[in-house]
C-alpha cells in the first residue's frame, strides 16, 4: 500500500494523494535533498511508518470538497489502490484526476484526466543509465496519452554536462510534432549529495527556455536552491495544504 497521506487544499479545492517508491533509479532525484537517502531500490523518502488502505482514502476524500484530486509521488503509478482510486474519484466524487507528476511508465490510464510527464533524457543510452528505463516506452505512452485525449504536460530537469540543451531542445521539438501548446516546464537542476553536476546559471536557464521556445508557444521554468525546494509553501500557495489523513 504505498500511498501514505492525503493533503488538503480548501481554498482551490483539490486534494492530494501521496505514494511512496518509484520505478527509475535517478542518481540525480531531488528527493534526496529531502531525506540524504542513496536511492537504493528507487526509493529516496524514509519509509512511512503506515501506509492508508483504501476505505481511509476514500472515507478521508468523502469529508471534503473538492474539484480535483491529484497522485502525486515518488511514482504514483505504482500503486496497486491506483486504479481504484481514480474510479472512486470519477464515479462517486465526481471529480476531475491528474498525475501530479510521472515518469510516464504506466499511461494512459482509465479514469485518468491528464498527467504531468517528466522526460528525462532525448538520448536512448543516457535516458536508459539515467533512469534504467527504455526511453521509447516513456515516449512511445506520452504520445498514446495524448492522442486518447489526456491533458498532458512536460518537464525535464535541465543538468549542465548531463541533461544539457542538447538533450533538452529535441524533447521540446519533438512535443511540439504533437502540440506546440503542450506546457513545458525546465527545472534547473538542484545539486544532489554526491553527484558531480552543478546548478545552471540564469544565463543557462535562459539558453534553454529559449531553444524550447522555438517548437513550444508555453514554456517556463524554476531555478531553486536546495532550501527553496523543500519549503514551497513558502513561495506558493498552491503547496500550503493541509494533511488530512
Known amino acids: 500500500m504505498p500511498f501514505y497521506k492525503i493533503t488538503?487544499?480548501?481554498?482551490?479545492?483539490?486534494?492530494?494523494?501521496?505514494?511512496?517508491?518509484?520505478?527509475?533509479?535517478c542518481p540525480v532525484c531531488s528527493y534526496k535533498l529531502r531525506s540524504g537517502a542513496n536511492g537504493i531500490s528507487g526509493q529516496s523518502f524514509p519509509r512511512p511508518d503506515q501506509f492508508l488502505t483504501i476505505e481511509e482514502m476514500k472515507n478521508a476524500l468523502r469529508q471534503i470538497k473538492i474539484d480535483q484530486l491529484f497522485i502525486m509521488g515518488g511514482e504514483p503509478t505504482i500503486a496497486s489502490e491506483l486504479p481504484e482510486m481514480l474510479a472512486f474519484a470519477k464515479n462517486e466524487l465526481g471529480v476531475r484526476t491528474f498525475l501530479g507528476h510521472t515518469n510516464g511508465s504506466k499511461l494512459p490510464l482509465p479514469n485518468l484526466d491528464g498527467a504531468n510527464v517528466g522526460?528525462?533524457?532525448?538520448?536512448?543510452?543516457l535516458h536508459r543509465t539515467y533512469t534504467g528505463c527504455e526511453k521509447n516506452i516513456i515516449f512511445n505512452n506520452f504520445a498514446a496519452a495524448f492522442h486518447q485525449g489526456l491533458a498532458m504536460k512536460s518537464n525535464v530537469v535541465f543538468i549542465p554536462g548531463y541533461v544539457d540543451i542538447d538533450q533538452v531542445e529535441p524533447i521540446a521539438e519533438w512535443?511540439?510534432?504533437?502540440?506546440?501548446?503542450?506546457p513545458f516546464h525546465i527545472m534547473g537542476y538542484i545539486p544532489v549529495p554526491g553527484q558531480?553536476?552543478?546548478?545552471?546559471t540564469i544565463e543557462q536557464m535562459k539558453q534553454a527556455e529559449s531553444v524550447s521556445r522555438k517548437h513550444l508557444a508555453n514554456v517556463d521554468s524554476s531555478h531553486l536552491s536546495p532550501k527553496q525546494a523543500t519549503d514551497l509553501a513558502s513561495r506558493d500557495n498552491r503547496f500550503a495544504v493541509t494533511r488530512i489523513a
Not at 488538503?8 to 533509479?25: D, P, Q, S, V, Y
Not at 522526460?119 to 543510452?125: N, Q, R
Not at 512535443?175 to 503542450?182: E, G, H, Q, R
Not at 558531480?196 to 545552471?200: D, G, I, R
Request: aromatic letters at 14%; a positive charge.
Open 175 to 182: 512535443l511540439a510534432k504533437l502540440s506546440p501548446d503542450i
Open 196 to 200: 558531480p553536476y552543478t546548478q545552471p
Open 119 to 125: 522526460l528525462k533524457a532525448w538520448d536512448a543510452k
Open 8 to 25: 488538503h487544499h480548501a481554498e482551490r479545492k483539490f486534494a492530494t494523494l501521496h505514494n511512496f517508491g518509484c520505478t527509475f533509479r
